[in-house]
T-cell receptor, first 111, second 113 residues
Framework: TQLLEQSPQFLSIQEGENLTVYCNSS?????LQWYRQEPGEGPVLLVT?????EVKKLKRLTFQFGDARKDSSLHITAAQPGDTGLYLC???????????FGTGTRLKVLA | EAGVAQSPRYKIIEKRQSVAFWCNPI?????LYWYQQILGQGPKLLIQ????????DSQLPKDRFSAERLKGVDSTLKIQPAKLEDSAVYLC???????????FGSGTRLTVV
């Protein structure tokens, strides 16, 4: 069973700081997605990466897929209170059509 | 477009009782998923449907959980009998194409007492 480990588990920072969240696995993924989930709601898709080494930017968020497609990172520049939430990575291995979710990183940005 | 609809939003039952959750995916989305999310953890896939056929139910505790998707649209997930450890949020998601992101519903929060 593939396992996606996210680190850190919890992160509390001040508004304006930068942060990086990591998603690691021993499995190779055909694609990897990042979601953000707010309390009482379902996860919302932020990005999908499919190519090793790929970098995608979404405003202040930068996503990178590892060269070997086993890991990914999410970097947030100048965090804002609106970035608060649970960040989840999810990976799919070749030949499957289902995403396995990571353990999650709970981020709190203080004003 | 309308999102994924789930009901009820909240449910409290006693252990050994039965409960059912309903999901209406986005129109035209052939693939439907049920996930279980225990507090503080990432969602865990229970079952995946493609139209009205089951693609993967390897993580579904079949002695107590069942799911169906009649006519390839709405889906129901049932637990009978419920255990304390079934307390979780049950999320339904749908997608048009595999590599598209899932669209999740708001979930049903189940508390078993």
């Amino acid at each position: 069973t593939q396992l996606l480990e996210q680190s850190p588990q919890f992160l509390s920072i001040q508004e304006g700081e930068n942060l990086t969240v990591y998603c690691n696995s021993s499995s190779v993924f055909s694609s990897l997605q990042w979601y953000r989930q707010e309390p009482g709601e379902g996860p919302v898709l932020l990005v999908t990466v499919v190519t090793g080494g790929e970098v995608k930017k979404l405003k202040r968020l930068t996503f990178q897929f590892g060269d070997a497609r086993k890991d990914s990172s999410l970097h947030i520049t100048a965090a804002q209170p609106g970035d608060t939430g649970l960040y989840l990575c999810a990976g799919a291995t070749g030949g499957t059509y289902k995403y396995i979710f990571g353990t999650g990183t709970r981020l709190k940005v203080l004003a | 477009e309308a999102g994924v609809a789930q009901s009820p939003r909240y449910k409290i039952i006693e252990k050994r009782q039965s409960v059912a959750f309903w999901c209406n995916p986005i129109s035209g989305h052939a693939t439907l998923y049920w996930y279980q999310q225990i507090l503080g953890q990432g969602p865990k896939l229970l079952i995946q449907f493609q139209n009205n056929g089951v693609v993967d139910d390897s993580q579904l505790p079949k002695d107590r959980f069942s799911a169906e998707r009649l006519k390839g649209v709405d889906s129901t997930l049932k637990i009978q009998p419920a255990k304390l450890e079934d307390s979780a949020v049950y999320l339904c998601a749908s997608s048009l194409v595999f590599r598209d992101g899932y669209t999740f519903g708001s979930g049903t929060r189940l508390t078993v007492v």
